[in-house]
């Protein structure tokens, strides 16, 4: 089934760089309001950032008003609003577990509320990178909110099994030493647990962060060295390609070591394999 990307919101000028690059040879991208738009897309994705909600964060919540970054979700809700008589048939919104934890549900169960008001039925499902082919643990809440009484069947989302690491990961040999870890704060919590850590990566690498030079870290023994992940390994651990990755590194420059913005597009991103499953589900369904 053709399918068409009509437009995004972006605050990140990084971002929309590596997005443009990424998607250059199928639409001209150019900058304009999102002031009255006249827009009609069947399915409309969100995701609130997680700082806010997250267990690793402050948890400084997610009420309207409260200019949270989490409390963007509620700018959804007016998106939606403010398209009049047409309704996106399909909203999507990812987050992290706890957003339907005890100190976050409060602002969860009124979303779902403010959803069934504009028409639709919603249910959600935590699901981990892992069982889509990633060796990841990426653990996230997909809420489905759907129109005209139709429920998103979960359970019919195709899994495959995790692949091997190493199909991921880079030639040790090949990978400069800029990404050897010398920080005595990581060296010295090689092994712990706890907030101040570094785990050795094994069969699988954990949640992939905006930054990767920072306890809590994860790295890889090279036997002679311990390495931290390059930004291409990243975005590989979250279902991109190559392809994907070459463009948008050609418009991000280095800051210092690294290219710091691909490590957080990286960690912003929601696995691509899981969408693509998803999708499949509602297009065949």
């Known amino acids: 089934m053709p399918v068409k990307s009509i437009d995004y919101v972006e605050i990140d000028e990084a971002a929309v760089r590596s997005y443009n690059a990424m998607f250059a040879e199928e639409l001209a991208y150019k900058p304009s309001s999102v002031v009255g738009w006249n827009l009609k897309p069947d399915i409309l994705i969100h995701g609130s950032p997680c700082q806010d909600i997250s267990v690793a964060g402050h948890q400084k919540g997610a009420d309207e008003g409260s200019e949270t970054r989490s409390s963007l979700m509620w700018e959804t809700i007016k998106i939606i609003q403010s398209m009049g008589v047409w309704r996106p048939r399909i909203v999507i919104w990812e987050n992290v577990k706890a957003v339907t934890g005890k100190k976050m ?162 960690g912003n991103s929601i696995p691509v394999p899981i969408f693509e499953s998803m999708f499949r589900t509602m297009l065949e369904g």
């Open 105 to 266: 549900i409060k602002n969860y169960l009124r979303y779902i509320s403010e959803m069934d008001n504009l028409g639709y039925t919603s249910n959600n499902e935590t699901l981990d990178a892992r069982d889509f082919g990633l060796p990841q643990a990426r653990k996230r809440c997909f809420t489905v909110s759907m129109l005209n009484n139709q429920l998103f069947m979960f359970s019919k989302m195709e899994k495959q099994p995790m692949k091997d690491i190493h199909e991921f990961l880079e030639d040790n040999d090949m990978v400069p030493k800029e990404y050897t870890v010398t920080q005595p704060s990581v060296l010295s919590v090689i092994g712990m647990t706890g907030i101040k850590r570094a785990t050795v990566i094994k069969d699988y690498a954990y949640t992939i962060t905006c930054r990767q030079d920072r306890t809590p870290a994860q790295i890889i023994d090279c036997g002679n060295r311990y390495r931290y992940l390059t930004e291409k390994e990243c975005w590989r651990l979250q279902g991109y390609t190559d392809s994907d990755f070459k463009s948008a590194m050609k418009v991000q420059a280095k800051n210092g070591r690294y290219r710091m913005a691909l490590y957080k597009q990286a």
